[in-house]
C-alpha cells in the first residue's frame, strides 16, 4: 500500500465547474504537504503549499485534515487549460517528497 | 526567474553504457534532489544533497551514484544501464532542508529522459 493515496480519476469536468479531490497520507508524523500541476511527461510543477489553515490562490483552494490525515484540492471556474494531473506530495522530517500517483483531471468545452 | 536547469534533455544509451546527467539548482537553493518517474509512475525520491554533504537516500540502485559540487550544481552518474533505467529524470532544488526548512517547496527541472536501447 502506498503511503500516499490519491483516486486516479479521471475527473471529467465540464468547463466553468467546481471538481475537488482527495489525497490521503499514512505517515502521521508529516510536516508539509504540497500540491503538484504536472502535464504529460512533463515536470511536476508546484501549484501550491498546503497550510493548517487552508489556504486559497485564485480559483484553487487546499485545505489539511491533520486528524484525518488528507489533503483536499478544489477547482473553481475550471479552465480548458487546468487539464492536468494533480500530483500531491508530502514530506517527512527531511525534505524528500512522497507522491501520490496523481489525479487525472479532463475539462471539456 | 531562473529555473532549475538540466541536461541532457534526452539522452539514448545502450545496455551496459554509463551515463551523467546534471542538474544546476535555483540560484541561493542549498539543496538538490533526484527523483526518477518511469512510465505510468509517479516520482520516487532517489537521492538528496544539502551543501555538498549526502542528505537522504531513497531507492537508488548501487549502480547508481550522485555529488553535489561547490557551485551546488549535482550529477547523477549512472552505470552498467539496464533496460529498467529507462525513465524520466528529475531535479529538485530548494532552501537547506538542514535548517529546518522542511516546509520549503521544492522546484523542479524539466527532467532528462534516458532511454536505454
Known amino acids: 500500500r502506498k503511503e500516499v493515496e490519491q483516486d486516479p480519476g479521471p475527473f471529467n469536468v465540464p468547463e466553468g465547474a467546481t471538481v475537488a479531490f482527495n489525497c490521503t497520507y499514512s505517515n502521521s508524523a508529516s510536516q508539509s504537504f504540497f500540491w503538484y500541476r504536472q502535464d504529460c511527461r512533463k515536470e511536476p510543477k508546484l501549484l501550491m503549499s498546503v497550510y493548517s489553515s487552508g489556504n486559497e490562490d485564485g480559483r484553487f483552494t487546499a485545505q489539511l485534515n491533520r486528524a484525518s490525515q488528507y489533503i483536499s484540492l478544489l477547482i473553481r471556474d475550471s479552465k480548458l487549460s487546468d487539464s492536468a494531473t494533480y500530483l500531491c506530495a508530502v514530506t517527512p522530517r527531511w525534505g524528500k517528497l512522497q507522491f501520490g500517483a496523481g489525479t487525472q483531471v479532463v475539462v471539456t468545452p | 526567474a531562473a529555473g532549475v536547469i538540466q541536461s541532457p534533455r534526452h539522452l539514448i544509451k545502450e545496455k551496459r553504457e554509463t551515463a551523467t546527467l546534471k542538474c544546476y539548482p535555483i540560484p541561493r537553493h542549498d539543496t538538490v534532489y533526484w527523483y526518477q518517474q518511469g512510465p505510468g509512475q509517479d516520482p520516487q525520491f532517489l537521492i538528496s544533497f544539502y551543501e555538498k554533504m549526502q542528505s537522504d537516500k531513497g531507492s537508488i540502485p548501487d549502480r547508481f551514484s550522485a555529488q553535489q559540487f561547490s557551485d551546488y550544481h549535482s550529477e547523477l552518474n549512472m552505470s552498467s544501464l539496464e533496460l529498467g533505467d529507462s525513465a524520466l529524470y528529475f531535479c529538485?532544488?530548494?532552501?537547506?532542508?538542514?535548517?529546518?526548512?522542511?516546509?520549503?517547496?521544492?522546484?523542479f527541472g524539466d527532467g532528462t529522459r534516458l532511454s536505454i536501447l
Open positions: 529538485a532544488s530548494s532552501l537547506g532542508q538542514g535548517r529546518g526548512y522542511s516546509n520549503q517547496p521544492q522546484h
